[in-house]
């Protein structure tokens, strides 16, 4: 049994910067915020550290954080910073010097070896007796992160920097998305029970939407139900810097032979040297501080330099509201695609909620220009959605600390109410496992097949049962025909039942206590798409799931009569919890009592660097398609081969 820890700590890794929120029992109280970070020269506190990590040359560590701007440290080091998204093997970036999976990594898990000191640091000196405490840290994962085998090698990492690593005492959880944590924070911001609003988590890498409807509102009692699943994009502010600097690296090589330093040096040191563009970025779009202009020193021109065709008057250059005004709506046009791609297939599939909320979190999400827009754009009757027409846009109260909050109040709410903030999610990837099905010349002639002497049945190799299918962006009904079936669509999974597979495997006598083995698969594609085989493009291998049966089996071929020789057959049932990201496993014995949870299954997960080893393969009956399943009948039977 899990005891209830007496620390919760959530933390928000972000891209230009990490966040990190906790609170602590038996009262309570409203999540605290660290702010005294080491190296903060920027006026003694700050609610979030700057996601920056410093190497010498031989790769040792020199800083980090705020520690990497107020060292002086010289030309010989090397700054990691804005490679959040280069830890997802699916991101993909044109530039020729994008780093690999693997440098990412290293940089994240150095950057969380210091950040877990400093944090534990912070509680030691804040709460006392704290080296006696149970303390459970929470992490966020972006939406775009989908693969539960990259959020396990991701968990791996967390380890690896040495959080839960210091007793028994300390665990560590990944626990929600960005936007589902955002989505708790804003949700006990005196919402009310039928209230429908739409989060819109905009960060420094990524933006996330997600539709909810509050079902329960009272005092440490919030219930959400998701209305749509929760769709993620690369849009944020580092997205805005990338191009600023793009722009004035544009300007300045026209006058190379004028500069001390090379453009792109120069240009990086004009936007994070100094707070002006920063101060800028933050402030377009408030009327009280509306400047004409962005004035920006350029390092090493003398002063009193001139150059009006590249606009640099008196060695500054000069860059109009306009042009970042257009920078800005570059990221703001595809932000609006999303949420009008979410409002879009809310219409379809439910008609009659109306949103009566636009809740903007994150770093971006603070913009006074971004509210500015969104507000033309959706609110006051101007927009073009009929499920919107009242909509009113707000703000979190503490945009950039929204995830590191929700994180904790949703912990805390568990272990106050006993009662969780989600209930159900959307599944945000189809799954399946490999089996060998019964052969049948109408769907698999020509496919490799094996004989097993104890049935004398025939069985195709390497088919795909998909037990879990998610809803697609384009999808328009609840049901759609498979194979002269109707399978549902767009269910929502339970968050604490998630759903169950019944096997049903043979066995020889004697071997009663080997592990079975199966493998699972993963699809992104839209359910009419999904590969019903391996040898079919668009399943990827996601894990090898490993655990020891229950012992009720039943003898088969005992008797003098059968031809086959004697088995045994064990009937259990494999539950699949649905993460934000991830997959847990337990089985259970025919009469439902728990046999192995998910701490003592072996889950191989395959990594980005290596894949699995190949494990058993399931058997199912029949020739139906791989992801219908009958009315009330959301798991198939399957036989496991023990060879």
């Known amino acids: 049994m899990v005891s209830t820890p007496d620390v919760i700590v959530g933390i928000d890794f972000g891209m230009t910067s990490t966040g990190v929120a906790y609170s602590a029992g038996p009262e309570w109280m409203r999540p605290e915020t660290i702010q005294n970070w080491p190296g903060n020269l920027r006026g003694g506190i700050a609610d979030k550290v700057d996601s920056k990590i410093a190497y010498d040359p031989n790769g040792d560590i020199v800083s980090w954080g705020f520690m990497v701007d107020s060292c002086r440290v010289g030309d010989n080091v090397r700054v990691e910073e804005l490679f959040k998204l280069y830890l997802d093997p699916d991101f993909k970036d044109p530039y020729e010097g994008a780093p690999s999976v693997q440098e990412a990594q290293r940089w994240f898990t150095d950057y969380l070896s210091r950040l877990h000191q400093a944090v534990e640091r912070h509680l030691r000196d804040t709460i006392p007796r704290y080296d006696s405490k149970r303390v459970e840290f929470r992490f966020s994962v972006p939406t775009t992160w989908k693969n539960p085998a990259m959020i396990a090698e991701t968990k791996q990492l967390i380890h690896k920097a040495g959080f839960g690593r210091r007793s028994a005492r300390e665990t560590v959880e990944v626990s929600l998305t960005e936007a589902e944590a955002a989505a708790v924070y804003a949700s006990k911001q005196q919402y009310s029970s039928g209230d429908v609003f739409l989060v819109c988590d905009a960060g420094g890498g990524t933006s996330d939407v997600n539709i909810l409807k509050v079902l329960a509102s009272g005092i440490g009692e919030t219930e959400l139900e998701p209305l749509s699943w929760v769709e993620g994009r690369a849009i944020g502010s580092t997205l805005i810097d990338y191009r600023m600097e793009k722009l004035i690296i544009e300007r300045l090589e026209p006058i190379r032979e004028h500069l001390v330093l090379k453009p792109e040096t120069a240009a990086y040191r004009m936007l994070r040297e100094n707070s002006r563009f920063e101060s800028f970025k933050c402030n377009l779009g408030d009327e009280a501080m509306d400047l004409p202009s962005l004035r920006l020193p350029i390092p090493g021109l003398p002063y009193g330099t001139n150059f009006e065709f590249v606009g640099v008057e008196d060695s500054q250059m000069i860059i109009m509201k306009e042009e970042v005004q257009a920078i800005f709506d570059d990221q703001v046009e595809k932000l609006t695609n999303l949420i009008d791609e979410q409002l879009t297939h809310l219409q379809t599939t439910k008609p009659t909620e109306q949103v009566a909320y636009m809740v903007l979190s994150g770093g971006l999400g603070s913009s006074p220009y971004l509210q500015k827009r969104l507000t033309a754009r959706y609110q006051g009757g101007t927009t073009q959605f009929p499920n919107a027409k009242d909509l009113q846009i707000l703000r979190v109260p503490k945009p950039q600390l929204a995830v590191c909050h929700g994180l904790v109040l949703d912990r805390v709410q568990q272990i106050k109410a006993n009662r969780s903030v989600y209930k159900e999610r959307y599944c945000r990837n189809s799954y399946g496992v490999v089996v060998r099905r019964e052969y049948d010349p109408k769907c698999h002639l020509g496919q490799p097949v094996i004989i097993d002497p104890r049935d004398n049945k025939i069985w195709v190799e390497k088919q795909i049962d998909w037990f879990v299918v998610k809803v697609g962006p384009d999808e328009t009904s609840t049901k759609i025909k498979r194979g002269g079936l109707r399978v549902e669509q767009g269910q929502k999974v339970s968050v604490q039942n998630g759903v169950k597979q019944?096997?049903?495997?043979?066995?020889?006598?004697?071997?009663?206590?080997?592990?079975?083995?199966?493998?699972?698969?993963?699809?992104?594609?839209?359910?009419?798409?999904?590969?019903?085989?391996?040898?079919?493009?668009g399943a990827q291998p996601v894990c090898k799931v490993e655990s020891q049966l229950p012992q009720d089996m039943k003898r088969k071929n005992r008797h003098w009569y059968n031809v086959g020789p004697e088995y045994l057959r064990a009937e259990f049932e494999m539950q699949v919890l649905i993460g934000p990201a991830d997959l847990k496993f337990q089985t259970l014995s025919r009469d439902g009592v728990m046999s192995r949870d998910h701490e003592s299954i072996d889950v191989e997960w395959v990594s980005s660097t290596k894949e699995a080893s190949q494990p058993f393969i399931a058997e199912l009956e029949g020739c139906d398609s791989p992801h219908v399943a009958r009315k009330g009948q959301r798991w198939s039977q399957l036989k496991l081969v023990n060879r």
Do not use: H
């Not at 493998?519 to 085989?533: A, G, K, Y």
């Open 502 to 537: 019944r096997y049903s495997m043979k066995i020889q006598p004697g071997s009663e206590r080997l592990p079975w083995q199966s493998q699972i698969v993963m699809s992104s594609l839209p359910p009419d798409q999904l590969p019903s085989s391996l040898n079919d493009p």
